[in-house]
């Protein structure tokens, strides 16, 4: 398999796209890296961080249509054409933007399958930038997956790698139902194992990208990297299993349950804030039907409650770095449930 960037695995699920369904089409601002107006221009930077760089040359203005800069024009487009047939992939550039557009995206494109009663289809994707860590501050930078996990209708996908981030991106446009699709800005130059070929990885199916059996971390997005870091430092004195969701509607509870059943320790870290996040959410699940295999408190690991700094050191602070993955692993190791707690519960669930 080749060696590709984030960027390139999402420039390659696209191109595959265009190049074997007609029916796709790809809209936003920018996306054919437009040259104002100079000859050749077009198509050589794609976009502002390159990420539909070269295809708007090989698909022409048909099929990647560069639009104005007007967030409700692109998603009512989108929620438009789906409905008529075609698999529109539409950009945002940054995610942060839906509050201009978002009655287009919760409030129709995510309510047509129920409204219209099944009959008809909505397969759009939107696509954009989230997180922090690129100096973007407070009105670029926000981690806003819980927002868009909390909407029926709408599949969110969290990739945190460029594999992962070909085949689900190749699994979206194919979905017959509106998919945000949400790509971390930090990881576009990380790199990894590709195939040349086109790949599909189903939502809803988590993966385990670190064994263990003395904790459980479940991480998001970013936070997998991390964890995976913290994991390998402390292989041999910890053994920590990381488990990275990929989509978080659907979420995949049961590889959360089966991992905490047999570690009995939980961590959880999300990089947004903390109030309804997805941290909040997994802790809720396993405190719900896994209470009975729990050997100390969960951890919840997030940022702060506060809007993303702009200043770099700042803004690091703000981030959930791999000294508190490694603080909170070792506190679920000492911190265990009081015996007279554990007789109780086993007393409750005989």
């Known amino acids: 398999m080749a060696i590709r960037s984030f960027r390139e ?130 009105q670029h930078s926000q981690a806003l997956w819980p927002i868009f996990t909390h909407i029926p209708g709408l599949k969110v996908v969290l990739p945190s790698n460029p594999y ?55 991480a998001f997005g970013r936070m997998v990297l991390f964890a995976n870091e913290v994991a390998d430092k402390l ?19 049961e590889l959360m349950l089966e991992s905490v059943a047999k570690t009995g320790r939980l961590v959880v870290v999300d990089e947004a804030t903390p109030l309804c996040s997805l941290a909040s959410e997994v802790i809720s699940v396993i405190a719900t039907d896994a209470h009975g295999f729990l050997r100390s408190a969960p951890q919840k690991i997030t940022a702060p409650h506060t809007p993303v700094p702009a200043a770099p050191v700042l803004e690091r602070a703000y981030i959930p770095q791999p000294d508190r993955i490694e603080a909170a692993i070792r506190a679920t190791m000492t911190d265990r449930v009081p015996a007279r707690h554990l007789a109780l519960i086993a007393a409750m669930n005989p």
Not at 167 to 189: C, S
Not at 207 to 215: A, E, L, Q, S
């Open 164 to 218: 992962d981030a070909k085949g689900l991106l190749t699994r979206a446009i194919r979905d017959d139902d509106p998919v945000m699709f949400l790509e971390h800005k930090v990881l576009y130059d990380t790199k990894g194992e590709v195939p040349d070929h086109s790949y599909e990885i189903p939502f809803g199916v988590g993966n385990v990208t670190r064994r263990g059996k003395d904790v459980t971390v479940v």
């Open 9 to 138: 695995a999402i420039n390659d699920a696209l191109r595959d796209a265009l190049s074997s369904d007609p029916t796709v089409i790809l809209i936003g601002e920018d996306i054919a890296g437009g040259g104002g107006g100079i000859p050749g221009s077009h198509g050589s930077s794609g976009g502002m961080l390159g990420v539909t760089k070269g295809l708007f040359n090989k698909f022409g203005p048909d099929r990647v249509i560069d639009t104005p800069i007007s967030e409700s024009a692109i998603m009512g487009a989108a929620a438009g054409a789906a409905l008529t047939g075609l698999r529109p992939v539409a950009e945002l550039m940054f995610m942060d933007f839906f509050g201009v557009c978002f009655d287009q995206i919760y409030n129709q494109a995510a309510k047509f399958r129920y409204m219209f009663g099944g009959t008809t289809r909505t397969p759009m994707v939107v696509r954009g930038m989230v997180g922090a860590g690129f100096g973007s501050a407070a």
């Open 235 to 253: 292989a041999g004195e910890i053994s920590v299993e990381v488990i990275d969701p990929r989509t978080t509607s659907p979420l995949d509870t």
